[in-house]
């Protein structure tokens, strides 16, 4: 035997051997009904239906440089928005490759290679640079950088896009990106952190472990899983196991796992920012919104079946449900839901029964409906990132974000027994 975790949420045991996770009695299984499911996916097929419906581009589309990208986010009381980036259009495709594969509806896979073609005038494919060779612009296709951690979620979504189209070209665009990450991962300084052109035209890629560990950017490795098991090319591999060496090292005696296990939190006084935790003490430094590091944890292990990966998760997932999930970030309960409904499914557990009691306070309540604005309306509020609002003042539930509307959905898709999260799921679609 090699662990046993004494779960206190529930009177269970779960008693890991190796290869599977035995259920013992007393366990509380959850009720979901056949009309529960089905109002789950309706519910997250109305936030595919956001990412359609507030979509860029709609007059003269051809002649809108803008046009394919979906929101960052909607401030809801003067009809202002930020037009979305890399990540935002990865997460957008997430939504919408899953809600096409579901429903078979055109108007989300039109909405998807929209996207994806925002995506394609984003990417470094210009001769003069092959060091950088598939790095995904962050902001524009006329900004000269790009964010590693962020481009890894466009590529994936670009991998679902191929996943439900068969079409050979959103293959070849998403291992671009992961082929660039194979060309500049080092076991020693890491993944690339930021990739582009300096002011002068000379290339510039910096890296993470060089002088900081952020734990979330171990979910760079997450398109090279993806690509990993579309192809079986097991080079894409080798990063994937490392980079969950990384995210174990980052996890603390009672299972949560930190946003940087370099930090010296004695001495930490500067603001932590939207993926860290919030409070005093230890828990500023606990990760809440942790872009699916779990997804990393799941492929080392179906990889290796070596069973630290596993016992990590279940220690994990054992510290989430010994507390009632945090109300900021408004991104940490949709993140924490997926994470216990996935690492269930892999240990053979039912731990639906703790989403379903916060899911009305911490997801339902957040999704905005009835008010006939097309930009708000199936979309999730909650700003988290600068502060307790956006760039246009207000509150955080003034603003509809792809941040928490991606992950709700991605709650809502696996509870109606249907769905997967997409690119933030090892199963992919």
């Known amino acids: 035997m090699i662990g046993i975790y004494a779960f206190s949420y529930?009177?269970?045991?779960?008693i890991f051997t190796g290869t599977m996770v035995l259920k013992m009695k007393g366990f509380k299984m959850s009720k979901l009904t056949e009309s529960d499911k089905k109002k789950y996916l309706e519910l997250a097929l109305k936030a595919a239906d956001w990412f359609v419906n507030s979509q860029l581009g709609e007059y003269r589309p051809d002649w809108n440089a803008d046009r394919g990208r979906y929101l960052y986010y909607y401030y809801i009381p003067e009809k202002k928005y930020v037009p979305g980036i890399n990540?935002?259009?990865?997460?957008?495709?997430?939504?919408?490759?899953?809600?096409?594969?579901?429903?078979?509806?055109?108007?989300y896979l039109d909405s998807a290679k929209s996207a994806a073609n925002y995506l394609y005038s984003s990417i470094f494919f210009d001769p003069q640079y092959p060091e950088l060779h598939g790095v995904i612009r962050e902001y524009s296709p006329v900004f000269r950088y790009g964010g590693i951690l962020d481009g890894a979620q466009a590529a994936s979504g670009?991998?679902?896009?191929?996943?439900?189209?068969?079409?050979?070209?959103?293959l070849r665009l998403g291992r671009a990106f992961c082929d660039f990450l194979l060309r500049s991962f080092s076991p020693i300084k890491g993944f690339p952190h930021w990739a582009g052109l300096n002011d002068d035209l000379t290339v510039r890629i910096n890296y993470s472990e060089q002088n900081k560990r952020e734990t979330i950017e171990q979910a760079i490795a997450i398109p090279l899983w993806h690509l990993y098991v579309r192809t079986g090319e097991e080079k894409y591999l080798t990063p994937v196991i490392w980079a969950a060496d990384r995210i174990l090292d980052a996890q603390e005696p009672n299972g949560a796992f930190f946003c940087n296990p370099t930090i010296d939190r004695t001495k930490h006084t500067g603001r932590m920012n939207h993926h860290f935790g919030v409070g005093e003490g230890e828990e500023r430094f606990q990760l809440r919104n942790d872009d699916a590091i779990i997804v990393v944890l799941i492929a080392a292990y179906r990889a290796t079946k070596?069973?630290?990966?596993?016992?990590?998760?279940?220690?994990?997932?054992?510290?989430?449900?010994?507390?009632?999930?945090?109300?900021?970030?408004?991104?940490a309960f949709p993140v924490q839901a997926n994470t216990i409904l996935d690492i269930a499914k892999e240990s053979g557990n039912d731990w639906t029964q703790w989403v379903l009691e916060h899911l009305e306070k911490h997801l339902l309540s957040l999704q905005v409906s009835g008010t006939g604005d097309k930009s708000a309306d199936g979309g999730f509020r909650g700003e988290d990132e600068e502060g307790d609002a956006g760039i246009f003042g207000g509150k955080g539930l003034d603003y509809v974000t792809t941040r928490v509307s991606c992950y709700a959905a991605g709650t809502l898709f696996r509870l109606s027994g249907k769905g997967t999260g997409a690119g933030f799921s090892a199963d992919g679609l």
Do not use: H, Q
């Not at 529930?10 to 779960?14: E, K, L, M």
């Not at 670009?158 to 959103?170: D, R």
């Not at 990590?312 to 970030?329: C, Q």
């Open 10 to 14: 529930y009177p269970f045991c779960a």
């Open 87 to 107: 990540w935002t259009l990865g997460r957008g495709l997430f939504v919408t490759t899953e809600a096409y594969k579901l429903t078979g509806d055109k108007k």
């Open 158 to 170: 670009l991998l679902m896009l191929e996943k439900v189209t068969g079409e050979a070209e959103y």
């Open 306 to 331: 070596n069973p630290r990966y596993m016992n990590a998760m279940l220690a994990y997932a054992k510290w989430i449900m010994s507390s009632k999930p945090l109300e900021r970030p408004y991104a």
